[in-house]
Nanobody, 125 residues
Framework: QVRLVESGGGVVQAGGSLRLSCAASGRTFVSYSMGWFRQAPGKEREIVAAISWSGSSTYYSDSVKGRFTISRDNAKSTMYLQMNSLKPEDTGIYYC??????????????????WGQGTQVTVSS
């Protein structure tokens, strides 16, 4: 089992920044790919960004490319999402996810094994 806990959400004005963290515990001695997803009210969950085990490969959705940066520190078992130039449409619950025993970038939410409880991000206009 891998337990994931997100933090860093909050309320910010448009144009502001937030940094989300996702701390993993449990079977963190195995390799695992990770990703960030978000769900806005009335919308389906969508991928925001994903990162390989080594951190050398990343993916960003078109809506956040150039504004968000995903990274990870395996020594700390923590993944991050730096969000800059936030827009009201970035509002939603942000979830982190992990796929264990896998090293490549994973885009499909169905392939992830573990999920965090989510952290709310609200961007006001």
């Amino acid at each position: 089992q891998v337990r994931l806990v997100e933090s860093g959400g909050g309320v910010v004005q448009a144009g502001g920044s937030l940094r989300l963290s996702c701390a993993a515990s449990g079977r963190t001695f195995v390799s695992y790919s990770m990703g960030w997803f978000r769900q806005a009210p009335g919308k389906e969950r969508e991928i925001v960004a994903a990162i390989s085990w080594s951190g050398s490969s990343t993916y960003y959705s078109d809506s956040v490319k150039g504004r968000f940066t995903i990274s990870r520190d395996n020594a700390k078992s923590t993944m991050y999402l730096q969000m800059n130039s936030l827009k009201p449409e970035d509002t939603g619950i942000y979830y982190c996810a992990a796929k264990i025993n896998y090293r490549r970038v994973v885009l499909n939410s169905d392939e992830y094994d573990f999920w965090g409880q989510g952290t709310q991000v609200t961007v006001s206009s």
